[in-house]
């Protein structure tokens, strides 16, 4: 394996572990290590998804801010956003309130249930601390 495919198959794997499916994850790694932006049936070239996958695959990138669409000369093509800290930013955030309040929330007698809910407040406030350092970083 070459250093672009290992790359490219990293890549794939810490997008799955951020939660997208395989076809996400495999486009946003080949448009992320294409050197110009890419149409659809170039993807398609170079995957083995059909037409529709890759049109919805792509437009749920989109949707979260790591593909962008442009057109040149009446085709559209596609290219990858690589800013990673706005997908972990969106991550964080959305463990924080989906998983971790609720969690925070709970009361129980259950020592079992009180250290999970302790160590969720720990996370919660790690992922705080994150969010400050990350805005007076930006500042």
């Not at 997008?15 to 398609?44: K, V």
């Not at 998804?49 to 990138?61: E, G, V």
């Not at 309130?97 to 999970?116: A, G, T, W």
Request: no cysteine.
């Amino acid at each position: 394996m070459d250093k672009k495919e290992e790359l490219m198959q990293t890549i794939k794997k810490m997008m799955q572990y951020l939660g997208f499916g395989d076809a996400e994850s495999t486009i946003y790694a080949l448009l992320a290590l294409s050197n110009e932006p890419l149409t659809i049936m170039e993807i398609a070239g170079k995957i083995n998804y059909s037409i529709a996958r890759i049109y919805s695959s792509i437009s749920y990138l989109m949707k979260e801010g790591l593909v962008e669409k442009n057109r040149e000369n009446g085709t559209t093509k596609y290219t990858a956003n690589i800013n990673f800290i706005d997908v972990f930013e969106r991550r964080r955030q959305e463990i924080m309130e989906k998983f971790l309040l609720p969690i925070i929330s709970m009361q129980d007698h259950d020592e079992r249930v009180r250290r999970i809910v302790e160590y969720s407040k720990q996370v919660y406030n790690y992922f705080e601390k994150l969010n400050e350092l990350n805005k007076k970083t930006l500042v």
